[in-house]
C-alpha cells in the first residue's frame, strides 16, 4: 500500500475486514495452489570532442515487457477492491542496468527498476530462478548482486505479492499477473547482459521544481529544528542522475535517475494501465534522444524511486472537494465534516478532472526535463565514477525484537510488523472510505474497525508495548494464517561501485528518514575510507525487493500520521534500517572477500496463495459480426489536437497479453501507399479500453482511442487492434481489426 490512502488504508482494511467475514467459507475452499584517473579527451566521428572521465567498467542496460493482465485485475497501489483495470493508457517495463568490473566478471551488480508498485519477495524469487535459468553465463548473478526496486506507480496490475495483505483487494496471488513481472524482468537482465561492453559512469545533480512536496508536513515538523535547517525544502528536490556511456563511440546507453515522488498521479479511480510519472519520464528521455549522434541504439532511461515515504506529487496542495474551498487540516487531513474522504491532493492539472491523466503527465514531463538538461550539460559538469571497486552485499534480517544500540548506547528493539489506525485513514493522494482521522493516536471513532481489527487478531502484550506510541490496528507480523500478511524478515542489501552506493531500500522511506540514512552511510564510508580519495556519494532506492510499507524517523513515528502508522517494525524502524546497512559495510571494503551471513530465509508464498479470480471462461462475436470488426467507425477527417475513436469487437485481453507487441496501433499512410506504424501501446496518447457487453454470450468491444496532438504530421491514418479470443472449447486464437482510413489536418 502505497500511498495510500487510505487507499490503502480503508479500502485496504475495509477488505481485510470483507475477506475476515468471508475467511471460514474461503478456508473450507480451494487454496488455489491456489582511485580517480584524469579526464581525457577522445575524438568522435563527428569532430566534437567529448569528455571521457573516470575509470572504465563494463556497462549494459536492456528493457522488458511487464504488462501484465490490463482488464479485470486490482491495481496495486492504492489498495482500493474497487480499482480494477479496464484497459491500458501505457505499457509498463522492467529497465535493467549493469555495471560489472573489467577483467573479473563476478564483480557486478544489477539495478532493476519496475513500473510497478513496489519490489517484492515473490517477484524477487522469480527473478533469481529465472536469471538462473538463462545457464551458466548467468552465474555472476544472484541474490547479493540484483536488486529489484519499484517505481511505485499506483496504476499497474497487482496480485502478485508474495504476502497476503496486498494480495486481499486483489482475491489473491494471480499467476499471469506474477508471470508478466518476472518474464519481463528477467528479459530486462538478459538484453543488459548482452550489451555489456566497456565503458564510462559519471553522475550529476539538479533541482527539480513543481513535481513532489510534502504530504505530512505536520510529522516532518516534529524533526530536530536543527536538524531541519540544514535543508532548505522539506522534501528532496534534488534528482541525482548516473550515465552509462560505451567506450568505443562515447555514446550514452542509459542513464538511471533517484528522485523522491508518489507514483500517485493517476488517481483511485483510474483504471488504465500505466507507470505513472516516472513511467512518463522515462518514456519521454527514451524518446528524445532517439535518433540522437550522441545516443546509442537501445537507449535505457531509468526514473527510480527515492526517499518517497512523504512525498507527493500532487504539488498544488491538499483540499476538501466538499464546496467549502478549504485546505484539508494541516494535522489530521480531515475536512469541515470531521472525516478525510473528501481530502484529496491536487496535481498540476487537476482541474482538468481527467482521473489524473494530465497531471501525471506533467509531472512526468517535470523530471523528463530536469534530467534532459543535466544529461545534456554532463560532458562540462559531471564526476566521473572513479576506482574499479564493484561490490554488493544482501541479507536477510527478522525484525521481530532485533535488538541494538543507538549511538548514544541506550538499547532499543524492533518489532513484529503492525500498522496502526491512521493506516486505515490514509493520505492526501487516497482519503479513506471510513471514518479514521490522520494523528489518531487513540481509539478511532468508527466501532465497525475496532471490531475488525479484534477480530484480526489481538496484538500480544510484548507487540503492544514494543509498537508504543504505535495504536496498533492490524497486528500483520503475528499472523500466519493462512500464511503471513506481511514481511517480517526483510532484504538488507547495498550495491557499490566505485564511490557511488546506493542504499537498496525494502521501505518507502520518508524525507528525513532517506537523510539520516545516505549520511550514516556516507559517514561510515569515509571513516572507513572505502572510496579513497573520491567523496562518497550515497543514493537510496527503492521500495525494493520486498514491499515492507514505510520507515519514518522516531521523531515523526511519534505523530502517527499515514507514514508513522504504516512504519511496521515500531518507533525504531529506521535505527534499525541504518544499523543493518552499517553493519555489513565494510564488506564492500576495496579488498573485502567476505559477505555477511545470509541470515533467514522469508517464506514463499508462490505456491500456496489463496486466488480467487475467475479465468476468462469465452468470448464469442455477436450474430452476423466478427472479431476485430469495426463497429464505430472514426470520422472522415480530424483537425491536429482531436481524439480519434475506433470500437472494434472485441476479445478479452486476458488470453494473451501480447508482451513485446502491442494491442493497438496507428499506422499512417506512406507515399508508396504502404502503411508505416507510428504509435503502439508504448505511447501515452493510444488508449486502449475494453469493455465485457455480455458476460453470458462473452461479447465485448474495445474501443481505440488515439489523443492526437500538434506533434503528429498531417496525413492519413488508420488504427490497427490486434487481439485473442478464447472459444469455449478449443484453442486461443489471433484476429485483427482494421478501421477505415481518415485524415489529419
Ligand atoms: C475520481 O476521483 C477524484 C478524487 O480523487 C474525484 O474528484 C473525481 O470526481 C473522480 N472522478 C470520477 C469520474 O469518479
Ligand atoms: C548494530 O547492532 C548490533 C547489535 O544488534 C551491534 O552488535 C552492532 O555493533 C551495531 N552496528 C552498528 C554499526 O552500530
Ligand atoms: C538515547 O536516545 C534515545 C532517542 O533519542 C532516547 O530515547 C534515550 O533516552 C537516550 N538515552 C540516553 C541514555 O540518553
Ligand atoms: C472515445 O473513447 C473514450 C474511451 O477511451 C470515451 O471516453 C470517449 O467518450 C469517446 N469519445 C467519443 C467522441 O466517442
Ligand atoms: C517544499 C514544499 O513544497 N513544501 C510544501 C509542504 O507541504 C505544504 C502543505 O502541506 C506546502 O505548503 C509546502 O509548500
Redesign the pocket.
Known sequence: MASSRVGQGAAGVRAVALSTLTFFLLATLTFAQLGAASPRFEPRGDHQQRAAKGDKYLVGVGKGDITGPVVEINFAGYASTDQVGTGLRQRIYSRAFIVGEVGNPKNRFVYLVLDTQAGDTAVRNGILEGVAALGSAYSVYGKANIAVTGTHSHSGPGAWFNYLLPQVTSLGFNQQSYQAVVDGAVLSIKRAHESLQEGYLDFGTTKITGANINRSLYAYLANPAAERAQYADDVDKDLTLLRFQRASDLKSIGVLTWFPTHGTSMLGNNTHVSGDNKGVAAYLFEQSVKGSSQAADGFVAGFSQANVGDTTPNVLGAYCDDGSGQMCNFETSVCGDGKSQSCHGRGPEFQKLDLGVSSCFEVGRRQFAGAKSLYDSLDSTSTPIVGSTIKSFHYFQDMQYFKFP?S???IVQTCPAALGYSFAAGTSDGPGAFDFTQGDSGAPNNPLWQVVSGLLRAPSAAQTACQEPKPVLLDVGEMSTPYAWSPNIIDVQTLRVGQLLIIVSPAEASTMAGRRWRSAVKSAASSLSLTGTAEPLVVLGGPANTYSHYAVT?EEYTIQRYEGASTLYGMWTLPAFINLTLSALPHLAPGATTAPSPGPSPPDNRKNSLSFQTGVVLDAAPIGQSFGQCTGQPKAQYARGAVVNATFVGANPRNNLRLEGTFAAVERKEENGGWKRVRSDEDWSLIYTWTRTNSVLGHSVVIISWETGAQDAAGTYRIKYYGDSKPFIGNIKAFEGTSGEFTLV
Request: charged share 0%; hydrophobic share 20%.
Open positions: 543507538l548514544n548506547g541506550t522516531p
